[in-house]
């Protein structure tokens, strides 16, 4: 689905017309990929729109930056305020929210240090990510040829722009082969993530998620599903996985900002089938809490009309 245009977009700290948001063609982070972004949501509630775990997502954007030892010019005060400017005066009840960190126009060359530090929030409607068939009756996976990074390669932990030429690749071979989403092993063999999401599976009642030192990034989605998960009596661990849990799983789903939670209904043709309870209550806790209807959740939940 093409992008659709909002009214104004956040750069380096002055609100600018949607179309007037460019870079230059020389800007060092389009030739090397040296830059961190982040994912966000804001939902529609009774309270108007609410962003879902800001705090966490700016957060990972700084702790992200930090491992690049890139220098983010404005405090985490500052990005979450322009954060939710942003969203308010686009005057939209739910959108996506994308801040970016790259580093501009300036010097070329690999050395990163010369270069200026831009940052950049753009908000856009965005429906389901992986398709509303996908939502209801699952997705159907392709384990790919690809290998997720390598953490002395790349650092997972970090969402850096140039990371997802290998995410990119991956879901350009499971679409091309007739899949919805790719699954990316480690280098060591054992199940990873997906190219924008984390992965669980399901096993006699117990959610089961891959750890970080398989190479996944530490989803904030994830994250929602462990406290769901604890508090409606669901056993949760994170172990490593091999792909025949993925083909012999019960149940399995995937987790992201932009997708949600998605059920899996199939891994290289191995059927699991429509979405089981355990995937269907975690989706309806995990839908209700987004738009402010779970107390317990509250927290959560932050408002952009304060
Ligand atoms: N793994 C990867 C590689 C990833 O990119 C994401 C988010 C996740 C796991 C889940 O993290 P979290 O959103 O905190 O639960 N991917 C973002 C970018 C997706 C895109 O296509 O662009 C997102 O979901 O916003």
């Known amino acids: 689905m093409p992008l659709q ?4 977009i956040w750069m380096d700290g002055e609100l600018v017309a949607w179309e007037d948001a460019k870079v230059h063609v020389l800007t060092h982070s389009l030739h090397y990929g040296c830059g961190v972004f982040e994912g966000i949501r804001a939902y529609a509630t009774s309270r108007g729109p609410a962003v879902f775990r800001l705090g966490d997502h700016i957060t990972r954007l700084f702790n992200s930056a930090k491992i690049f030892m890139i220098d983010i010019p404005f405090t985490y005060d500052e990005i979450v ?27 070329m060359g690999l050395n990163p240090l010369p270069c200026p530090v831009n940052v950049s929030i753009a908000v856009w409607p965005w429906g389901t990510y992986l398709g509303d068939e996908g939502v209801e009756h ?26 997802y030429i290998n995410s990119s690749m991956a879901k350009l071979e499971a679409l091309k082969s007739g899949y919805d989403e790719a699954i990316l092993l480690s280098p060591q063999g054992y199940v990873s993530e997906c190219t924008g999401e984390n992965i669980f599976v399901v096993r006699d009642g117990v959610i089961i998620t891959p750890p970080v030192s398989a190479g996944a990034l530490e989803g904030i989605t994830q994250d929602s599903v462990r406290t769901i998960a604890n508090d409606h009596g669901f056993g949760y661990r994170e172990d490593n996985l091999l792909r025949s849990d993925l ?24 059927e699991i089938g429509e979405p089981g309870p355990v995937t269907r209550k975690i989706q309806e806790v995990f839908q ?13 939940n932050d408002y952009v009309d304060g």
């Open 138 to 163: 699952g997705v159907r996976m392709k384990i790919s040829s690809w290998k997720r990074h390598d953490p002395n390669v790349m650092p997972p932990a970090a969402k850096g722009t140039g990371m």
């Open 288 to 300: 209700a809490a987004v738009r402010g209807e779970v107390d317990r959740y509250k927290n959560w």
């Open 81 to 107: 305020d322009a954060t939710k400017t942003t969203v308010r005066v686009n005057g939209l009840v739910s959108c996506y929210i994308r801040p970016i960190v790259y580093l501009g126009y300036g010097e």
């Open 5 to 8: 245009p909002t009214d104004k």
């Open 247 to 270: 083909y012999t799983a019960q149940e399995a789903f995937l987790s992201g900002t932009a997708a949600e939670i998605v059920p899996i209904r199939s891994v290289d043709d191995r």
